[in-house]
């Protein structure tokens, strides 16, 4: 591998540190993604399935439940893909369609209670650990890591959503 920027090892202190922090992202990346395809393969999902399922989870922690549109948008699919997915889903009992109350033509995409249940058993294990992990940090540290973990997430997708942006959209949907 190339000595470029991030992967050289550094030699003042905060070069050093710098570069231990960018490792252990990495690892932790990596790592969460084996967690994520072992519960995929366990249920018979794919990597979209898996990514679907938790852009879902995401809208229901953060209230705002999701559209099929946007859960497009967010996994950069078409329409003809996200309904096969979302009916994949659905089938498999992972998630449900729900009509908006105040707009019946609006869709919002919600866990069933059998997908949940079978994330909450695979992953409580992990929650556990990620607890016991927690309490070994203060209030005020755990300010830090949260300020550093959503600045690190916001720029990921920014450089995600740069990619998308630069690939031809043949070859963009290709992958649809």
Excluded: C, W
Excluded at 19 to 42: E, K, M, N, P
């Amino acid at each position: 591998m190339a000595s470029h920027g991030r992967y050289r090892r550094r030699d003042d202190p905060r070069g050093r540190m710098i570069s231990d922090i960018t490792t252990d992202l990495r690892r932790y990346s990596v790592d969460a993604q084996h967690v994520g395809h072992a519960f995929a393969a366990l249920h018979g999902l794919n990597a979209t399935d898996l990514q679907a399922l938790i852009a879902v989870m995401d809208a229901e922690l953060a209230g705002e439940p999701i559209t099929p549109g946007r859960l497009g948008e967010q996994l950069n699919l078409s329409s003809g893909s996200v309904t096969a997915l979302v009916d994949r889903l659905e089938r498999a009992g992972h998630i449900r369609r729900d009509r908006d109350t105040a707009d019946r033509r609006k869709v919002f995409l919600h866990h069933a209670d059998r997908g949940a249940a079978l994330a909450r058993e695979f992953f409580q294990p992990l929650g556990s650990r990620t607890d016991q992990v927690l309490a070994r940090f203060s209030d005020e540290d755990l300010a830090v890591v949260h300020r550093f973990m959503t600045e690190m997430s916001a720029s990921q997708r920014e450089h995600r959503d740069a990619v998308r942006a630069a690939r031809p959209e043949s070859s963009r949907r290709a992958t649809d």
